[in-house]
C-alpha cells in the first residue's frame, strides 16, 4: 500500500491488517492483528498498533483505521480467523490483553 494523507493532510504509510483485534492498553486503545503491505514490517507479522486517533468508512465500505503512524485498511476481524488466536494474543501481550469493552 502507498502513502495516503489523513484527515489532516499528513502523509502516513499504508497497510493492510487481517485477523485484528480492538484492545485498551493503558487509557488508549490499539489494534493488534496480521499486517500487510506495511513499508518497515514484512508481511505476516503479528502487530499491535500505536494508538488509533480515527476512523473512516470509505465508499467501498472497507474501514480505514488512522493511528499515530500508519493508517490500516481492514480485512476480517480475528473473530472470523480463530478460537487460537486470542490464545496467542493473551500469549504474547501478557497482561496487557484486554480486548476493549463492546468488542
Not at 5 to 17: F, I, Q
Not at 24 to 42: K, Y
Not at 59 to 87: I, K, M
Request: hydrophobic residues 40%; charged residues 15%.
Amino acid at each position: 500500500m502507498t502513502r495516503a494523507g489523513n484527515t489532516c493532510g499528513v502523509e502516513k504509510p499504508g497497510a493492510y491488517l487481517e485477523g485484528w483485534q480492538l484492545i485498551r492498553i493503558d487509557f488508549s486503545s490499539h489494534l493488534v492483528g496480521f499486517v500487510f503491505g506495511h513499508p518497515r514490517i514484512p508481511d505476516a507479522h503479528l502487530i499491535v498498533t500505536s494508538d488509533i486517533v480515527d476512523a473512516h468508512i470509505l465508499p467501498s465500505g472497507r474501514v480505514v483505521v488512522e493511528t499515530l503512524n500508519t493508517l490500516y485498511v481492514l480485512g476480517q476481524p480475528a473473530s472470523a480467523v480463530s478460537e487460537e488466536y486470542g490464545r496467542l494474543l493473551h500469549e504474547i501481550l501478557g497482561e496487557n490483553f484486554r480486548p476493549a469493552a463492546g468488542v
